[in-house]
């Protein structure tokens, strides 16, 4: 992946200033209006990106002010972009991809056979999200997705080898998007929908050590006010207890038992508001679509359930080393496990093919959204 040095200095030029690399690891800027603005930097600076700075430079890091300037800049440019990589497949498929294959899926209720193995050409849609995170701090953060058009496979393990190709220029070229044997693109709604279902669990993967931080400072919060409070509750009880023998006279407990409430209450807010105050919320905002079309190893299956049959494929690229998984035709996760369904043979996970809690019988989503189709 390139440096925030290389982005910057790209985006600068872009964007018209004059750029310099000095060093260490340093850049030396002539901005005009619209960079100065966007950066809040003078006409001419020196910017700073290493642990050393050259003389006279500004610390520049990955901070979010820095990263929205930039993005100012840039605007929509490279919002949306096509690519294409030169074919980087070997003469034959992998040994051993059939094999792979039947590890790979277990029909519940179907058989399938493998048809063929051959070379395909798909595209993958790989999105970047930018996610902000609003709780006791404010963390910003990029999550990506990546998806087969062809059969809607998740390719999570395309990730971070696309990111890490695409950070050799070498081998790319803007796409024009024709091509018969290419799959066709996503609507913008299908990107919509597909990211609605996929992305929340991937961010509660990704976010899983900011909550954990983040509940141990909580616990550590309540845990000071459960102390605080029980030592106030005591000490206001033992003066309570104390008094009659004290007054050796008539005892008048309503101060007494109005502080026991009135600490009980306080202890109750102070907790709401320990809880309100780690309450997270989360925003993803989609920043960039790439499409990106790549020469895959394509395997063609057939799933058969009584007579019927359905044709579809997993698709292998060399980029990852990894076959991927089909998608589960409801909620699009991937699965290993599937049931077919009756009428059409779509795939449904585990957790898409339970039964309908009212009559016990399974049904399939797809063919008949929610509702069972036997209690409607
Ligand atoms: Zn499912
Ligand atoms: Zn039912
Ligand atoms: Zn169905």
Request: glycine share 6%.
């Given at each position: 992946?390139r440096?925030?040095?290389?982005?910057?200095?790209?985006?600068?030029t872009?964007?018209g200033a004059?750029?310099?690399?000095?060093?260490?690891?340093?850049?030396?800027?002539?901005?005009?209006?619209e960079?100065?603005?966007?950066?809040?930097?003078p006409?001419?600076?020196?910017?700073?990106?290493g642990?050393?700075?050259?003389?006279?430079?500004?610390?520049?890091?990955?901070?979010?002010?820095?990263?929205?300037g930039l993005?100012?800049l840039?605007?929509?440019?490279?919002?949306?972009?096509r690519?294409s990589?030169?074919?980087?497949?070997s003469?034959k498929?992998?040994?051993?991809?059939e094999?792979?294959?039947?590890?790979?899926?277990?029909?519940e209720n179907a058989?399938?056979?493998?048809r063929?193995?051959?070379?395909a050409?798909?595209?993958?849609l790989l999105?970047?999200?930018?996610?902000?995170?609003?709780?006791?701090?404010?963390?910003?953060d990029?999550?990506?997705?990546?998806?087969?058009?062809?059969?809607?496979a998740?390719?999570d393990?395309?990730?971070e080898?696309?990111l890490k190709?695409?950070?050799?220029?070498?081998?790319?070229?803007?796409?024009?998007?024709?091509?018969?044997?290419?799959p066709?693109?996503?609507?913008?709604?299908?990107?919509?929908e597909?990211?609605?279902?996929?992305?929340?669990?991937?961010i509660?993967l990704?976010l899983t050590?900011?909550?954990?931080g983040?509940?141990?400072?909580?616990?550590r919060?309540?845990?000071?006010?459960?102390?605080?409070?029980?030592?106030?509750?005591?000490?206001?009880?033992?003066?309570f207890?104390?008094?009659?023998?004290?007054?050796?006279g008539?005892?008048?407990?309503?101060?007494e038992l109005a502080k026991?409430?009135?600490?009980?209450?306080?202890y109750?807010?102070?907790?709401?508001?320990?809880?309100l105050?780690?309450a997270?919320?989360?925003?993803?905002r989609?920043?960039q679509?790439?499409r990106?079309?790549?020469e895959?190893w394509?395997?063609?299956?057939?799933?058969?359930r009584?007579?019927?049959?359905?044709?579809?494929?997993f698709?292998?690229?060399?980029?990852?080393?990894?076959?991927?998984?089909?998608?589960c035709?409801?909620c699009?996760n991937?699965s290993k496990?599937?049931?077919v369904?009756?009428?059409?043979?779509?795939?449904?996970?585990?957790?898409?093919?339970s039964?309908?809690?009212?009559?016990?019988?399974?049904?399939?989503?797809?063919?008949?959204?929610t509702l069972?189709?036997?209690?409607a």
């Amino acid at each position: 992946m390139r440096s925030l040095r290389e982005v910057t200095a790209e985006t600068l030029t872009l964007a018209g200033a004059i750029v310099e690399p000095i060093a260490p690891e340093g850049l030396e800027v002539m901005a005009p209006t619209e960079v100065r603005q966007a950066l809040s930097i003078p006409e001419w600076s020196r910017l700073g990106f290493g642990t050393d700075l050259p003389a006279g430079a500004r610390r520049v890091a990955l901070e979010p002010d820095w990263v929205s300037g930039l993005q100012r800049l840039i605007q929509d440019r490279g919002r949306s972009v096509r690519m294409s990589l030169r074919s980087e497949l070997s003469g034959k498929p992998p040994r051993d991809l059939e094999r792979s294959v039947a590890q790979q899926i277990v029909l519940e209720n179907a058989t399938f056979r493998v048809r063929e193995v051959a070379p395909a050409k798909t595209r993958y849609l790989l999105l970047s999200f930018r996610l902000a995170v609003v709780s006791d701090e404010k963390i910003e953060d990029f999550i990506q997705l990546c998806v087969n058009e062809s059969n809607s496979a998740i390719a999570d393990s395309m990730v971070e080898p696309l990111l890490k190709r695409l950070g050799e220029t070498n081998g790319w070229s803007l796409a024009d998007g024709s091509g018969a044997e290419l799959p066709a693109p996503w609507s913008a709604r299908r990107v919509e929908e597909y990211s609605t279902k996929v992305l929340p669990p991937r961010i509660k993967l990704r976010l899983t050590p900011v909550v954990a931080g983040m509940e141990r400072r909580m616990d550590r919060d309540l845990q000071r006010l459960h102390t605080y409070h029980s030592e106030l509750w005591n000490h206001a009880r033992r003066q309570f207890n104390a008094r009659p023998e004290r007054k050796g006279g008539q005892r008048d407990p309503t101060a007494e038992l109005a502080k026991l409430d009135w600490i009980e209450r306080e202890y109750v807010a102070k907790i709401a508001d320990t809880r309100l105050k780690y309450a997270a919320a989360v925003e993803a905002r989609l920043e960039q679509v790439l499409r990106l079309e790549i020469e895959v190893w394509r395997v063609y299956i057939t799933i058969l359930r009584r007579k019927m049959s359905r044709s579809t494929h997993f698709d292998f690229c060399g980029l990852s080393g990894a076959l991927e998984r089909l998608p589960c035709d409801s909620c699009w996760n991937c699965s290993k496990t599937f049931v077919v369904c009756d009428e059409q043979l779509h795939l449904l996970c585990p957790a898409c093919s339970s039964p309908c809690p009212s009559c016990g019988k399974t049904f399939c989503q797809v063919c008949h959204g929610t509702l069972c189709p036997k209690c409607a």
